[in-house]
């Protein structure tokens, strides 16, 4: 059956030579819109790298996209790539290309910058609400584009947290996702630190919430006056 259909092929293209001709130009032209790239791309990469600033030993992969097939641009003679209001250099993006030289046109074209650097990722299941120590976790070249800026540097990395959610092996460790140890836990004898302008003084107490070093905890102090003040250090609250 397939024999004898490409036979026919092969027959119908000898009795209409300007059939083939016609296919094989279709084919051409296929194949060069295929592997052409406008410019423009190359342009752009070059222009979003002398743009970035980057931490050492960091990776970058830089994606141009080209522009809406639609559109139909008058020659240029020279162009210039900007990066719109408001965007940001990372992640899945848009950078503009304007004409200054020949026509006076706009466009945009979509970008994905994948920027990879080693910060610090589970290297065991973590349990939401576990306190999260320095085995728990080991340094790993990622994306960091996903993270939004939450990444957690080798260098960055204190005992002691606790993850406010389960992380799967190899998952990073985001910033926002942990909580600093509690210093002031309900029910401690506390230190009462009452600091104003030109005074300070001191008093006990006891702690009615928990806290983390920097968060409001409210204390009972002598005579069963409720006042809230901020954790310092461990079991100490200063008022103000």
């Known amino acids: 059956m397939l024999k004898r259909t490409v036979d026919r092929l092969t027959y119908a293209l000898r009795r209409a030579p300007w059939f083939a001709i016609a296919l094989a130009s279709v084919m051409l032209i296929w194949g060069l819109r295929a592997h052409a790239q406008t410019p423009y791309a190359e342009s752009a990469r070059v222009f979003l790298t002398e743009q970035m600033q980057l931490p050492g030993n960091t990776e970058v992969e830089i994606s141009v996209g080209e522009p809406d097939p639609r559109l139909s641009l008058a020659p240029c003679a020279r162009t210039e790539p900007f990066v719109p209001p408001g965007a940001k250099l990372i992640g899945r993006t848009s950078l503009g290309v304007r004409c200054v030289e020949g026509a006076n046109w706009t466009i945009y074209l979509p970008v994905r910058i994948r920027m990879f650097m080693e910060v610090m990722v589970a290297a065991r299941p973590i349990a939401r609400g576990q306190p999260v120590g320095i085995d728990d976790v080991r340094p790993e070249r990622v994306d960091i584009a996903p993270l939004r800026g939450n990444a957690i540097l080798p260098t960055d990395w204190v005992d002691g947290r606790m993850s406010m959610r389960a992380l799967a092996p190899g998952e990073p460790v985001r910033r926002d996702a942990l909580k ?23 008093t006990s107490g006891k702690a009615l919430s928990a806290g983390a070093e920097g968060e409001t905890v409210q204390v009972a102090v002598a005579g069963g006056r409720v006042l809230t003040g901020v954790a310092r250090a461990p079991r100490t609250v200063e008022v103000r």
């Open 180 to 202: 600093a140890p509690s210093v002031v836990a309900a029910g401690d004898a506390v230190t009462v630190l009452a600091i104003g302008t030109g005074f300070a003084a001191q």
